[in-house]
């Protein structure tokens, strides 16, 4: 087994599933998290440049992050050049959402940048300044995406509700 | 109203939770990310090869093939002392590793037989005053084997004297052009086994360095010498691989003293 071989089942072993966690806030469904955590996961060891294994696991988080963000582009890209292609709205995979599910839907209804600053900022605990250089922006704008996603969570939230009891 | 970052942060904790674990086979990935490997390997080997079969092409127009008369064959002046002279690679300058008139042939490593195919130059044949000796080369082989090489007419031929290369080909360079060789590859094959020899005729094989001639030669034929080279032997479980000879590789090499 080679070097990176070796360290390509390590990564999905031990930290397989906080791979595919960062994926799912990132985008929202299970299936296509995991088809993230994979796909970056060929494309980082894929190259032969990424010989660090040491900060591999940063490799395959910030393609995961730019997978998403060029696939959620190319999503918004098709709707606007087929507007009769677009389905009648998606069965509400979170209808019996409790407070969790109403945040994956809330996040759902943000801009992808919107989401991944939300993400990278409060989930992977990045400063502002690395979100920044993840997404190509200026600290601002993230600070910015970062404020109008708070609000529109806000909105869709509401303010804090106690914990429901299931029956 | 914000939510309060601290709540935000336990939430988002708790959907990323709903994720679960990843139902990932690392063997799947690692086939994936090997084919990506090749495939990019490929495609940089493609455009190396593109522009190697370049090199190569102008390189042979450039020098000549063997199957080509050199302009320099017939009726040429005498020879000149500095191609028959000591060889250039006494000198301390760095040289090319490259078939050059004038340059000493010093082989280390080769041997007529590597991985049990066998090469023997034949006796050579006169053939006309002005033009150079009809040359034969034999394969035995000590096991059935497809052989897998250049056409017979593009094998590295060399003529020497006192071990100095005076003429041959295809790749020979006038002395002091350093300019990289090679041979277009054509994929030929011929089968050789234990009891049956494959035997060839090289082609006409007349090329000679500057200022030397076949009569010249021909005047004093036990002076030279003849040496078929091919490049390193990789034996395969179903072929045999001719590699192109190099001067700084390991050969599979024959001599024959030049006769009439």
């Given amino acids: 087994m080679t070097a990176w071989d070796a360290a390509l089942t390590g990564l999905v072993q031990q930290r397989g599933a906080a791979l595919k966690r960062y994926g799912y806030l990132l985008c929202g469904d299970g299936m296509e998290a995991e088809d993230l955590v994979q796909e970056a996961l060929v494309r980082t060891f894929g190259s032969r440049r990424r010989a660090d294994i040491a900060h591999v696991e940063g490799y395959v988080r910030t393609v995961m992050l730019r997978l998403y963000l060029d696939r959620a582009r190319r999503r918004t890209l098709r709707r606007r050049l087929q507007p009769l292609a677009v389905a009648a709205p998606q069965p509400d995979r979170h209808a019996e959402a409790d407070l969790r599910g109403d945040l994956g839907r809330a996040l759902g209804e943000l801009s992808p940048r919107q989401r991944a600053c939300v993400v990278l900022h409060y989930y992977v605990d990045l400063p502002i300044r690395e979100c920044a250089e993840l997404l190509d922006l200026n600290p601002g704008a993230v600070k910015r995406y970062l404020h109008e996603a708070r609000l529109r969570l806000a909105e869709r939230l509401g303010p804090p509700q106690p914990a429901r009891e299931d029956h | ?260």
């Fill in chain 2, 1 to 260: 109203m914000e939510p309060d970052d601290t709540s935000l942060r336990d939430d988002l904790d708790a959907v990323a939770a709903q994720a679960g674990p990843l139902r990932l086979d690392p063997t799947q990935v690692i086939g994936r990310v090997r084919r990506r490997r090749r495939r990019r390997t490929l495609l940089g080997a493609t455009a190396g090869t593109a522009l190697t079969l370049l090199t190569v092409t102008a390189v042979t127009a450039v020098v000549g093939g063997g199957g080509r008369p050199g302009p320099t064959t017939a009726g040429g002046p005498q020879v000149e002392p500095s191609i028959l002279g000591p060889s250039p690679t006494g000198s301390a300058a760095p040289t090319p590793s490259v078939f050059e008139c004038g340059r000493r042939l010093t082989l280390t490593d080769a041997p007529s037989s590597r991985s049990g195919l066998t090469m023997t130059v034949g006796p050579t044949r006169f053939r006309a005053a002005g033009l150079g000796p009809a040359l034969t080369v034999t394969f035995t082989a000590s096991a059935a084997t497809q052989v897998v090489s250049s056409p017979p007419t593009l094998f590295q031929v060399l003529y020497l004297r006192d071990g100095t290369i005076v003429g041959g080909g295809p790749m020979l360079n006038v002395p002091g052009d350093p300019t990289p060789q090679g041979i277009d590859a054509v994929g030929y094959g011929f089968p050789v086994a234990p009891d049956r020899p494959a035997r060839f005729d090289l082609g006409p094989r007349d090329r000679l360095c500057p200022s030397l001639s076949w009569q010249q030669v021909w005047s004093a034929p036990s002076a030279y010498e003849v040496v078929v080279l091919q490049g390193p032997v990789e034996r395969g479980p179903e072929q045999t691989t001719l590699g192109i000879p190099a001067l700084d590789g390991p050969l599979l090499a024959s001599r024959v003293g030049l006769s009439r």
